[in-house]
């Protein structure tokens, strides 16, 4: 009997991990270069030569031609003659200069730290935005980047055949990358007009956005809160588009909640630029939570790298901060010491488990209620249309008749959505402000 072929998959590859350590940068619970092993790893690579420990340099400023200095490049290069790696990743931004000078001195491809962040976005993508923002991050990467592609024409420059007018390759390439650059703006701005339209007709409810550092378990809150089947994994950047699902409160009333990429230390620029008409959907709601891993050793440092992407992003900060997976916290005194000097609201939770999920709930029914107006309503009892319309729109407190046939409903309901109700039902209704909001609404702040 003749076996049948086996389905094989393709080695990995293997990656030695080297990088510089800048005085501004703070250091890993992991030990340096934890992180980028990890990204490596999630790449679908493997690390090796980790065992002997990290290829770091520590340096005031980069070296301007190979970034680490001459003494680390001759140590990497004997890590590679020792482990074999198939490609090297540097843990920093290089310029195309120094990716080309390093490549000549290991004879070995070089990637970035912002290449192999790319490169995980490249995977991830699922829809048509995602794919296009993520191929416009690669374009902008690459254009800087093309003469290191076509090096190996150098040695024919000149020769037989290869002379002529026109224009050269790279010429020809820098054009029509330009060109795919253009279209994909283009596409990109169709699509972001689109979701525009869409998000303007859910104006009327009351929109909370989460962000927080990649694998946070921001997934794993939304499923929890609002019964969706988002994709859940334990691997960075799962989650690249914003995804937008009803939140039904405790007391009854609907709230939008949103989920979007996860942040990280040293974002790629061009990645953020190309993403930035999604995270700025996902930050102009009316509440924002900081979704935080409580129990991760680098926390802290997880915080402070999105508050910084934040400040890059928009003028505000989270109005609540969620530590998260408290069910794996060791120490509560870890989570005393991340809420020091913090003036939001902080929740404790785990998504996981459901513990603290109530208190969450109680947060928001409360900033819903200060950002909320408490109206008297009065329609004629036969017109159940108008008491329907009034019933969908906010919280009902109470209800009752009157003597001559009509219905009073008071109700709770955000202050945007008061002029609407008024303009639609006109004479039928007669409104009365008893309680007015407390709290002002961040796009009503935006728009002032």
Request: with cysteine.
């Amino acid at each position: 009997m003749s076996r049948q072929p086996e389905r094989t998959q393709p080695p990995s590859e293997r990656f030695l991990v080297c990088g510089v350590l800048f005085p501004d940068q703070p250091d890993e619970a992991g030990g340096p270069l934890s992180e980028a092993r990890g990204l490596v790893q999630a790449a679908g690579a493997e690390v090796v030569g980790a065992q002997g420990g990290p290829l770091i340099q520590r340096r005031k400023r980069p070296d301007s031609s190979t970034m680490l200095g001459k003494g680390k490049v001759a140590e990497v290069k004997e890590a590679m003659e020792r482990h074999r790696p198939d490609a090297i990743l540097v843990d920093n931004d290089l310029s195309p200069g120094q990716v080309r000078n390093l490549e000549k001195a290991w004879d070995k491809r070089v990637v970035d730290r912002s290449e192999l962040i790319l490169d995980i976005f490249a995977t991830r993508a699922r829809t048509a935005q995602s794919r296009i923002q993520v191929e416009l991050a690669q374009m902008e990467y690459l254009r800087p980047r093309l003469r290191r592609m076509w090096t190996h024409l150098e040695r024919t420059e000149g020769a037989i055949g290869t002379r002529g007018p026109g224009e050269t390759q790279l010429e020809t390439d820098r054009r029509l990358l330009g060109k795919r650059i253009s279209d994909l703006k283009a596409r990109l701005a169709g699509i972001e007009r689109h979701r525009q339209l869409q998000s303007q007709i859910r104006d009327d409810l009351f929109t909370i956005g989460l962000v927080g550092y990649t694998n946070v378990g921001k997934s794993t809150l939304l499923n929890r809160l609002t019964g969706a089947d988002e994709l859940v994994a334990d691997m960075p950047f799962a989650t690249l588009d914003t995804r937008t699902r009803k939140w039904k409160l405790l007391d009854g009333r609907i709230v939008l909640l949103s989920d979007t990429v996860g942040f990280l230390q040293r974002l790629p620029h061009h990645l953020v630029a190309s993403f930035h008409a999604t995270l700025e959907e996902a930050l102009s709601v009316d509440l924002l939570l900081h979704v935080v891993d409580g129990s991760h050793a680098d926390a802290s440092v997880q915080m402070a790298a999105v508050e910084e992407t934040l400040g890059g992003l928009t003028n505000r900060e989270a109005d609540v901060v969620v530590l998260n997976k408290v069910d794996r916290v060791g120490d509560p005194i870890s989570l005393q010491i991340l809420r020091e000097g913090r003036r939001q609201e902080i929740v404790h939770l785990s998504a996981h488990t459901g513990e603290g999920l109530d208190l969450l709930d109680r947060v928001i029914s409360n900033r819903l209620d200060a950002r909320s107006c408490v109206v008297s309503v009065s329609v004629s009892l036969a017109d159940g249309k108008s008491a329907a319309a009034l019933r969908n729109a906010g919280m009902v407190l109470s209800e009752h008749t009157t003597e001559d046939e009509r219905l009073i409903l008071k109700l709770r309901l955000a202050e945007r959505l008061l002029g609407n109700l008024q303009r639609m039902l006109g004479v039928a209704a007669e409104f009365k402000v008893l309680e007015p909001v407390r709290e002002r609404y961040y796009v009503d702040e935006m728009n002032a």
